[in-house]
């Protein structure tokens, strides 16, 4: 079913505009974009995106009954990633409450295992005041993006990155130049981060990247 309007999939919306699955159009999500400005263009047949946005940036969104459901969300997400198209791809995450039980094994399956882009949000008004910031903000020339084809370059993972403890926008930065791809800082060990953000600073990434594993 995802394959009807390939061209869909690749389709970059204006500056300030976004284009959304119809499915949102009635949510409270959508009441937040457009109290931000934010123009929507919603479309039937995005497959499974829920929104893409001007700065070549798809985005599936996994609710809190997504995640406690079970295991379906993960045919959604590897349906996502092969779903064939050109923009970086992002998983917005609750992360509530109920769901927060769930979020490790969440966050191991898209960034460990599929090598996808992760942000836990705390709900509906939460991702639309991130989108609409994502929006805007392609609208300004981006000093950290690179020509290579590093994904921590890209704006996204640097605002996951600064979900860290203890992670601030500056060592955020200094982080991204260090390290090449998501993996590779996910995989750094403690020693190898200690001489960029010091001994506390290395304990926290390693921790927040491997807490998955404290139980095991």
Same mark, same amino acid.
């Given at each position: 079913?995802?394959?009807?309007?390939?061209?869909?999939?690749?389709?970059?919306?204006?500056?300030?505009?976004?284009?959304?699955?119809?499915?949102?159009?009635?949510?409270?999500?959508? *009441?937040?974009? #457009?109290?931000?400005?934010? #123009?929507?263009?919603?479309?039937?047949?995005?497959? /499974?995106?829920?929104?893409?946005?001007?700065?070549?940036?798809?985005?599936?969104?996994?609710?809190?009954?997504?995640?406690?459901?079970?295991?379906?969300?993960? +045919?959604?997400?590897?349906?996502?990633?092969?779903?064939?198209?050109?923009? *970086?791809?992002?998983?917005?995450?609750?992360?509530? +409450? =109920?769901?927060?039980?769930?979020?490790?094994?969440? *966050?191991?399956?898209?960034?460990?295992?599929?090598?996808?882009? =992760?942000?836990?949000?705390?709900?509906?008004?939460?991702?639309?005041?991130?989108?609409?910031?994502?929006?805007?903000?392609?609208? !300004?020339?981006? $000093?950290?993006? !690179?020509?290579?084809?590093? +994904?921590?370059?890209?704006? =996204? %993972?640097?605002?996951? /990155?600064?979900?860290? $403890?203890? %992670?601030?926008?500056?060592?955020?930065? %200094?982080?991204? !130049?260090?390290?090449?791809?998501?993996?590779?800082?996910?995989?750094?060990? $403690?020693?190898?981060?200690?001489?960029?953000?010091?001994?506390?600073?290395?304990?926290?990434?390693?921790?927040?990247?491997?807490?998955?594993?404290?139980?095991?």
């Amino acid at each position: 079913m995802e394959n009807k309007a390939p061209e869909l999939l690749n389709a970059v919306p204006p500056y300030g505009h976004m284009i959304c699955s119809d499915k949102w159009r009635n949510s409270s999500f959508i *009441q937040g974009l #457009k109290g931000g400005g934010v #123009k929507i263009i919603f479309e039937t047949e995005l497959g /499974v995106a829920d929104f893409l946005l001007p700065n070549k940036s798809s985005v599936l969104y996994l609710s809190e009954c997504d995640i406690i459901a079970g295991s379906s969300y993960k +045919r959604k997400v590897v349906r996502y990633r092969n779903a064939g198209s050109s923009f *970086q791809e992002l998983v917005l995450v609750e992360k509530t +409450r =109920l769901s927060e039980q769930y979020f490790p094994a969440v *966050q191991k399956f898209v960034v460990f295992d599929l090598g996808l882009s =992760l942000l836990p949000i705390s709900g509906q008004a939460d991702a639309s005041q991130l989108i609409t910031q994502m929006v805007h903000g392609e609208g !300004r020339e981006n $000093p950290f993006r !690179r020509k290579s084809s590093s +994904r921590l370059l890209d704006p =996204l %993972v640097l605002a996951l /990155v600064q979900q860290i $403890p203890g %992670v601030g926008k500056v060592k955020a930065l %200094v982080l991204l !130049r260090h390290f090449s791809s998501i993996q590779q800082l996910c995989n750094a060990s $403690p020693a190898e981060l200690e001489p960029i953000v010091g001994q506390a600073g290395a304990q926290q990434i390693h921790s927040f990247f491997h807490k998955h594993t404290a139980g095991t």
